[in-house]
Each structure stands twice: as C-alpha cells, then as structure tokens.
C-alpha cells in the first residue's frame, strides 16, 4: 500500500538534515490526510506531522515546530518530511500513516485514528 523511505540513509549529526519520503503503492493519497509518527527507544508512539491533501493544511507537533517541514507531490503520490536542525531527541523510528476520513471532526491536527501503516524507517542523530 506504502511505504517509508529515506533517500540517502538515516543517520545524522545534531544539527544536520535528512528527508524522509512516504509513497503509495497502491491507492493514491488523493483526498487523503497522511500523517507522520515516530517511536523513541522507550517511549510511545507520538505525532509528529501531517498534510490534508485537498487543502494544504498542515500540522506539526510542538516539539518540531519549526524545524520539520511536510510537504506533498500529488503527482508523484508521495508526501514528505525535511527535518532540519536534527537533535538526539529526535531518534526514532519514524511511521508514515494515512486516512481518507477527512471531513467533519476528522478534518483536525488531532485525531490520530489511521487506517494504513507504513513500515518504519531508522532515523538516528548522533551527538
């Protein structure tokens, strides 16, 4: 259905750049919302971004609020996530997921109920 790629590895220094992408396999992500997660060693599964395909609209948890960037190629199906000025904090296994729910009170920076995974990606930032 999809998948979460890197396109040139997953380790980083603190401060350093890496992009991730998230492509559609199967269906398109057109009228959908795709959503970024990630997992630290230890800790729950956490929000991190996501994009409302039709609208544009994004969200962005606090913590990277102004560092990380989402963006989409409809074209392309493919969403993805510039992170820039990486910290160790960062280190995570990093999750793409999707819904095409989007109208109504799924239309929200907060409602985190998926219907597809992708597999998670490594992201490492050395100190």
């Known amino acids: 259905l999809m998948c979460s790629c890197r396109r040139w590895g997953g380790l980083v220094q603190a401060g350093g750049s890496l992009r991730l992408s998230c492509a559609a396999s199967g269906p398109t992500f057109s009228g959908w919302q795709m959503v970024w997660f990630r997992q630290a060693p230890g800790k729950e599964r956490e929000f991190v971004s996501k994009i409302f395909y039709t609208s544009g609209r994004l969200c962005y948890a606090d913590s990277v609020k102004g560092r990380f960037t989402m963006s989409q190629n409809k074209e392309k199906s493919t969403v993805y996530l510039q992170m820039n000025s990486l910290k160790p904090d960062d280190t995570a296994v990093y999750y793409c997921?999707?819904?095409?729910?989007?109208?109504?009170?799924?239309?929200?920076?907060?409602?985190?109920?998926?219907?597809?995974w992708g597999k998670g990606t490594q992201v490492t930032v050395s100190s």
């Open positions: 997921a999707a819904t095409q729910r989007v109208t109504g009170s799924w239309y929200s920076c907060l409602n985190y109920d998926m219907d597809y």
